[in-house]
């Protein structure tokens, strides 16, 4: 042990030597881990792009498809927009890369949106991006997993009406796993990424060969079900152009991930992350691009049934054979891995929120694990309950995903213009930096300011799209919920501060030495239980009442009579209860002898406290000590003393 | 306040004046009763018959059917025993009334079986009848509702589908108005009862009448469904006819009903109540034989689709008309009032079973609205969970039912049989009164003694035949489950015993003064709350260590400076947790502090015990002083206090 004495003051200290026991959870989660034990490790661009990419990568699993799908209600022939959308949507993509790139550098320590609209905007878009953030994690594993079971669905048809158990059980699955605590060790993720990117290229390729050779043919049998349902076609319009452009968008979701994580990357970590982001933007842009224009090519089509990489696998392959089922398969786990990254993420943000007082606190604890389990387990939840409610449909989840990705897009790249404009004013001396602050003069601010404003300027015009051709398709439900979840936050903040004001000793002036202690105690019965209470409250004062509620006028003529026996003396109050009531004469009484008392009495009461031996015991008795303690609880000046009697 | 003084304790009395609010509560069952409120009026033979005799009567609505039941796996031909085996049937309860008579006018104050089992035969035999009528009264609910179920769906068919949900439903109304509490009005029962005899003669006369006339036909459209399944027709043999015989023997479940009731007569109460059970002995019998005699004229089929009843009144109305309905409905009520029965009895059974203290204690309190609450609760859910499993169909339950009626009856009875054979003996000496007991010597002993000795005797016949026969089919469940609920019914007793014994005073030697108060202060921050409880602390002993247990190294820091600053200079622990828990290591420094401590020593923990505003902010907070007092609570001379600080 270890002793400091200052000012008068002993502080010991100690590492106690208490080793968590085996429990049912060792099983399930893995041992308990030491503080000391998180890890430090980093890790190169190539374990960086599989670590960070799957989410932004899968959305080709289903960001074509819905392209398509908002298109068929003008029937087959409009599916010939969809290569020039996909073609704008990569445009947006290469904005976005740069100017996820200068945020990547400015931010080494890691730039997610909440982070930069809390530097560089305040608190309200900060709360507003954290807020959106949070509800597309939820939808991240959402979609991604109902995509995943969606490929499993199109390989064994027979799974159809399992969809949403095999949904809800992915989810559980990947929470336990990420309640073990995933070593974010690159290595298992490297696999399946690499595995699905080789399955997409070979795919596409061959597609592209075949197609060149004019050997490729179109779907055979392609699901009807959706097309059937569009009888009387739609016009193309604007508005129907825009609403396929929204779908697609889905594809961007994802790209923020690397400037998140830059600080598990390899030194130097700004660089080797930018490079990272723009290899991912690469390939997710020709994948997407070469999936949207080979699916128009082999006539296929959106579907509940079968996905569209599924039609695409099976014709390319002119089978359902080995390659056919390696392709889904690799689909369906990066799908999964995809999910996975939200477990990554949602609890860590809800992390940092939660640090600054905006969540529950309990959100910034680590478990056993060291990771966020109370984040891991609300994320699984919502998310389940999302699938449920869904039905586990792709199609319907996708109009309220987007959203909360384009918002926090806007305002972390509008942060970052801004930072550029103030870093711009520090050589006019017109902006003073802060003790703390990471802002520095950068010579280029100006191109940077650009780049980062074209990229929020084009992100806001995909929100506003997004917002008002999904609107009713269910964008609203994501527009309600966004202002709720803000207030509420801040709700909760102001919570802690007002407690912590109240609770604050900088206006505290101690209040005067108590003078008198005053016992109160209810009894059942008198018997040992009782006696040894009594003994204990006899060492505090002297001023002891014990008080009986009567229930049963023979029971209570029996207490009497005992505790003019045993009782030493102290008087014996009968409350008789016409209404077989015990907690509420009891409070009368105590409301009485609390009018009663000076400022610097307090009122004890002592309360025998019965504990069974065990549980099933639990059941023979009324645990009416709890429920007064329950209530008791909420008065001031009020202490409540249990002495509990066991038996053995 | 009404003040005595005994042996220097002085006891005050009073009455408080609470009077309990308005909550949602009385919407549903009324407002709260006092416990003088408690009703005292009787009631004559013509309203006696009404209140305990529904259980008995409605009988005639399933016994007849489910004796076809049996008959039918020998084919339509088989129903000629019918007729043969109600006569047997009729005999057994005429024994029975004459039984029964007799404990009416040995127990004035109510001579139920377990009552009448504890006085004559010991615990066990009454423990083992309490148990079989417990379980017989919620088959008495399950089996009343499924017919009445039966009956309703008999008028219409569309309700099929839906049995189960009205079965629970009308549980679950029955459990509303018991909760409310009937005062017995006997009018309120007197209506329906009545209407239902009135009717069932009306169609037993009219019928008899048409049948001499020779107008009666057959049934038109008989329903097959239970006909058909008997593909292969069995022997007539002795086994199915004692199987027939053990179903029609439901009929006399009820029987006893009167016996339990006495007291609720107008003087001379035996003698009231014991022409009541005539009566209805002799009423139940004819319609017994009627209705099984016409329902073998007339072709009537046993079926799950429409009652037996339901094929009687349509053949002799001739139609599904006005008379029809009238027929049907009151037979639904008066199975209604007889599952109404049991919510009146098994509450209170089960209440002098607690009283006893075999059952936990809590089944003897009288809720608001001075009745049984938890009985009548756990009641309905228990018979709702049968009429579920069963599927609300008579045939699967009554193999279950009857078993437990006729055990209580045997045991009844001989308990009877040996209390007159002991007052048989008073006379020559060879049987000394005890104090209170109620037994006297009786001129008729002999006599008495063989009437309740072959009531006991045949109801022992029929309980072996009727286990026998219907054991496969359910019967072994009961046959199972008796032992296993009087073991848990001995397991609690015992810990009552054990419990009362621990606690009795009888070899008490209180403990010496406690020499020394020891103070623990866990405190997880320096703010108000801590202040508050240091202030209450320090009036009990300056032994007073505060402990923190450290997770985060830099919240540790700021708690140590702060301690110096407020801390009044006692000592603080700071407790280094690795695994981050927060519980373990304090209970690991209190044992060390428990085995340095002397043996009058008391360690108090004392709680600041933090108090949200409202439930919302509880989810804000962890709640780990909540915990620690649970598992402290556990542990030997510690006492803890709380004290609560509430922001307001």
Redesign the interface.
């Known amino acids: 042990m270890n002793i400091e004495e ?15 026991g085996k429990d049912w959870r060792n099983y399930l989660i893995g041992r ?5 034990d998180a890890p430090h490790q980093t890790i190169g661009k190539l374990l960086g792009l599989a670590v960070f990419s799957s989410d932004a990568l899968s959305s080709v699993a289903y960001a074509p498809q819905e392209l398509f799908l908002v298109l068929s209600v003008a029937g087959a022939t409009a599916f010939h927009l969809a290569l020039p959308l996909a073609i704008v949507i990569c445009l947006l993509l290469a904005i976005l890369t740069l100017s996820y790139e200068q945020t990547i550098h400015a931010y080494p320590g890691g730039g997610g949106a909440y982070i930069v609209a809390r530097d560089n905007l305040g608190k309200l878009p900060a709360l507003i991006a954290g807020s959106a953030l949070l509800m597309d994690y939820i939808l991240t594993v959402a979609v991604s997993i109902s995509s995943g079971v969606a490929q499993l669905v199109s390989a064994y048809p027979i799974l159809f009406n399992q969809r949403v158990l095999i949904g809800v059980v992915m989810v559980a699955f990947i929470m336990l796993i990420n309640m073990r605590g995933v070593k974010e060790s690159g290595i298992l993720f490297a696999i399946p990424t690499y595995f699905f990117l080789v399955m997409m290229y070979i795919t596409v390729i061959v597609g592209l060969i075949r197609l060149a050779g004019g050997t490729l043919g179109t779907v055979v049998n392609p699901p009807m079900d959706v097309l059937a349902q569009n009888t009387i076609l739609q016009p193309i319009t604007l508005f129907l152009i825009l609403k396929a452009f929204s779908s697609g968008t889905t594809a961007l979701t994802g790209v923020e991930a690397i400037s998140n994580g830059i600080t598990a990357f390899k030194k130097p970590a700004s660089k080797n992350a930018g490079q990272t982001l723009i290899i991912m933007a690469i390939i997710l842009s020709s994948l997407l691009l070469a999936i949207t224009f080979l699916g128009t090519r082999i006539g296929g089509l959106p579907s509940e049934d079968e996905t569209l990489i599924s039609q695409l696998a099976r014709t390319v392959f002119n089978s359902r054979g080995i390659l056919y089922i390696a392709t889904i398969s690799s689909t369906t786990v990066i799908l999964m891995m995809a999910a996975n990254t939200a477990f990554a993420d949602f609890p860590r943000l809800s992390a940092l929120i939660a640090a600054d007082g905006y969540i ?3 959100f910034a ?4 694990r060291l990771v966020y389990s109370r984040g891991i387990v609300a994320l699984a939840v919502v998310a389940s309950l999302l699938i449920i409610s869904f039905q586990a449909s792709v199609s319907k989840l996708i109009p309220l995903y987007a959203v909360g990705v384009f918002l926090s897009f806007t305002l972390s790249q509008a942060g970052m213009a801004h930072r550029w404009f103030k870093s711009g004013k520090i050589k006019a001396g017109q902006e003073i930096i802060e003790r703390g602050s990471t802002l520095i003069f950068d010579s280029h601010w100006l191109f940077k300011m650009l780049t980062n404003g074209l990229g929020s300027a084009s992100t806001l015009l995909v929100l506003s799209i997004f917002a008002v051709t999904k609107f009713t398709a269910g964008a609203w439900i994501v527009i309600l919920l966004l202002p709720i979840i803000v207030t509420a936050l801040l709700v ?1 903040h102001k ?2 501060e ?2 912590a004001k ?4 900088e206006h ?1 002036t ?2 005067g ?2 003078t008198h ?1 005053r016992i109160i105690m209810p009894i059942g ?5 009782t ?2 209470a009594l ?2 409250a ?3 004062s002297d001023d002891i009442t014990v008080v009986h509620v009567s ?1 049963d006028e023979k029971e209570t003529q029996k207490i ?1 009579e ?6 030493d ?13 015990f907690i ?2 009891l409070l ?2 105590i409301d009485e002898m609390e009018a009663q008392k000076q400022p610097n009495d ?1 009122i004890n009461i002592v309360v025998p ?1 019965f ?1 069974p031996r065990s549980w099933f ?1 639990n ?4 645990r009416t000590a709890d429920t007064l ?1 329950r209530v ?5 000046d ?11």
């Open positions: 200052k000012n008068g003051t002993v502080v010991f200290k100690r590492t106690t030597d208490y080793k968590p308990p881990l030491q503080t000391a529950p606190r309990q604890y680590r478990g056993s909760i919570n802690y007002v407690l109240e609770l604050s000793l505290f101690p209040r030495r108590i202690q019965g008198v018997h040992q239980g006696l040894t003994r204990y006899k060492t505090l229930i009497v005992k505790w003019e026996l045993w009782g003396g102290y008087r014996l109050v009968v409350l008789d209860s016409p209404y077989r009531l509420e004469p009368e009484y307090v406290q504990v015991a059941f023979l008795h009324t303690r008791l609880l909420n008065r001031k009020i202490v409540i003393l249990e002495v509990p009697y066991q038996v053995d």
